[in-house]
């Protein structure tokens, strides 16, 4: 059986819903029109998701899916040094955080957490699957002996941290951004650089 998720019918949902939530906001933001906007009918959107709050979670946790599966291909891969699976994992984290889209979503979820909190836990969570997903393979590299973490779940939302930059302050507040491949490559270098300097072995 194909998985749903594969699907150009799954696909133009996300799209759309993604579009809608950022434009609408949660609250106004039906399943009416993501169905209208996909376009799919109301009974193909509700095959795949029961409501709009289920609907929203598989928006984000998508999203976060995707860094997850990259880490852990990191992780498994054995050409891959400390460093070069860093930076991999680097640049990966900032497609995903830098793009509009996520940017969008992450400006709802600030504007409506007081009236809708549980969207605000749902992105939290999934959000934290991608620090797990990090800290595994920080621990990974710790068997390796490649370095020294004293917790990986912390190293790991270190890490995470120090790649957000100037860049992710600026998109959340509407600021204009200067974005390019050479400053995002000197972020990426530096962030790693400090990191593995930092969990050396002794």
Not at 22 to 41: H, L, N, Q, R, W
Not at 158 to 169: A, E, Q, R, T, V
Not at 184 to 200: C, N, S, T
């Amino acid at each position: 059986m194909s998985d749903p998720k594969n699907s150009q019918k799954y696909n133009l949902i996300m799209s759309a819903a993604t579009r809608i939530f950022s434009e609408k906001g949660y609250k106004a933001a039906s399943m009416d029109e993501i169905a209208a906007a996909a376009p799919v009918s109301k009974a193909t959107l509700y095959a795949h998701f029961r409501d709009k709050k289920n609907l929203f979670t598989a928006m984000i946790v998508d999203r976060c899916n995707n860094l997850s599966q990259i880490i852990d291909q990191v992780m498994v891969d054995p050409n891959l040094d400390f460093r070069t699976g860093l930076q991999k994992i680097a640049h990966q984290f900032q497609e995903l955080t830098q793009s509009q889209e996520s940017m969008c979503i992450l400006s709802l979820v600030v504007a409506e957490k007081k009236q809708f909190s549980e969207i605000a836990e749902i992105f939290y969570t999934s959000v934290n699957l991608i620090t797990s997903s990090l800290s595994k393979y920080l621990d990974v590299v710790a068997i390796r002996k490649e370095a020294y973490f004293k917790c990986t779940h912390l190293a790991a939302i270190m890490f995470i941290n120090m790649l957000k930059g100037d860049y992710f302050m600026k998109n959340l507040l509407g600021l204009p951004v200067q974005k390019s491949k050479q400053l995002q490559q000197e972020l990426v270098d530096e962030a790693v650089h400090l990191f593995i300097q930092g969990h050396l072995l002794l």
